[in-house]
């Protein structure tokens, strides 16, 4: 299914395959506990590194993006998490890509940064306090969305 700009994304929606046969659609898991989010800061490439995001990666030929996003959490995070809701509007990515933001609850084991920087959990409070910068600029337009979800919760 194509990206639905007025609507979140669908955690069953099907990969969206490109000319290659290699799906177009990156999945991020925003995994919340209680109050706080977790975010990851990128290792490469050099132009994001350092920056936070929400952890995910590109939705595998066959994948749902429910699946994808299970897998990406375990390959960078070691933690077993359960795909919700969309939050947030897909993003299109300037590569061609789009990227689809979902809830997650962690259901075994403690996330580490395997493959980032750094993981840190964040409350409301503390993602309004991020400078804008030092956020992967895809994910920037989430942060008010995120905000309410953990203001909700
Ligand atoms: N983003 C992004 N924000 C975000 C993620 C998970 C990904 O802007 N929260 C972008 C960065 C890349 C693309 O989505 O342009 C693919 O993400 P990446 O590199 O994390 O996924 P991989 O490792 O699955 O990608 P390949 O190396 O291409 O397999």
Redesign the pocket.
């Known amino acids: 299914a194509a990206a639905n700009p007025e609507s979140a994304a669908n955690p069953e929606a099907a990969a969206n395959p490109e000319s290659d046969g290699r799906p177009r659609d990156?999945?991020?898991a925003a995994v919340i506990d209680r109050d706080r989010v977790l975010l990851a800061q990128?290792a490469?490439p050099a132009a994001?590194a350092g920056k936070w995001?929400?952890?995910?990666?590109?939705v595998e030929a066959g994948e749902t993006h429910a699946q994808a996003l299970v897998r990406?959490i375990r390959e960078e995070l070691g933690a077993e998490v359960e795909a919700g809701d969309g939050i947030g509007t897909p993003?299109a990515?300037p590569?061609g890509?789009t990227?689809h933001?979902y809830r997650a609850r962690l259901r075994s084991g403690t996330p580490a940064a395997l493959e980032h920087l750094e993981m840190r959990w964040f409350t409301a409070a503390e993602l309004r306090a991020l400078d804008a910068e030092d956020v992967?600029?895809?994910?920037r337009g989430w942060i008010p969305d995120l905000c309410r979800a953990l203001e909700e919760t």
């Open positions: 990156v999945v991020a990128r490469h994001l995001e929400l952890p995910g990666g590109r990406e993003v990515l590569n890509l990227l933001a992967v600029p895809a994910d």
